[in-house]
């Protein structure tokens, strides 16, 4: 079966720190990935998704990258961390086509002090 | 722009009631509908799937059924029980790799 890992849990960073969130999916190949953030009684917005290794398409210009080193690995980065960037990251595999079904990771609280 | 409602935002219930959740889309041109739990603090866990070619899906005392004309679909949670308790997030699957999602209703069983 296939399982999808996130971590960490919990990340408390001061401004102007690195960011590397890391998400790993078991069991399936060539996944759609998806990195999304979800602020406090708000839906969840989309960040980055990923088609294929080293393809990276961003739907919100931020102060955050992604990357996708390996068919089943998605990394969501930043060089300089911001207040504004405080929130629950949640990462996401699909299974692509028509009939796609999405499956989340834990999450990852994210607080930037 | 698509948009996601979802209704009611909040709801309390004692046990036992069946309950109906409700999430509608600006515009009906959804290939298909996924219906989530998500627990405080937790990530999403899928609940059902309505593909393209179905109109409804059923798991245990959950149901939900999609309306595509209408651009709505209904969760249904028969006989509900505390464990139920977290908030229920519908997103529907526009094309172009998107998913859209609601904002969610946030449920509360009481014993």
Known sequence: ?????????????????????????????????????????????????????????????????????????????????LLSDSGFYLCAWATGGWNTEAFFGQGTRLTVV | KQEVTQIPAALSVPEGENLVLNCSFTDSAIYNLQWFRQDP????????????????????????????????STLYIAASQPGDSATYLCAGYSGAYKYIFGTGTRLKVLA
């Open chain 1, 1 to 81: 079966s296939q399982t999808i890992h996130q971590w960490p849990a919990t990340l408390v960073q001061p401004v102007g720190s690195p960011l590397s969130l890391e998400c790993t999916v078991e069991g399936t190949s060539n996944p759609n990935l998806y990195w999304y953030r979800q602020a406090a009684g708000r839906g969840l917005q989309l960040l980055f998704y990923s088609v294929g290794i080293g393809q990276i398409s961003s739907e919100v210009p931020q102060n955050l990258s992604a990357s996708r080193p390996q068919d089943r690995q998605f990394i969501l980065s930043s060089k300089k961390l």
């Open chain 2, 41 to 72: 603090g937790k990530g999403l866990t899928s609940l059902l799937l309505i593909q393209s070619s179905q109109r409804e899906q059923t798991s245990g005392r959950l149901n939900a059924s999609l309306d595509k004309s209408s651009g709505r």
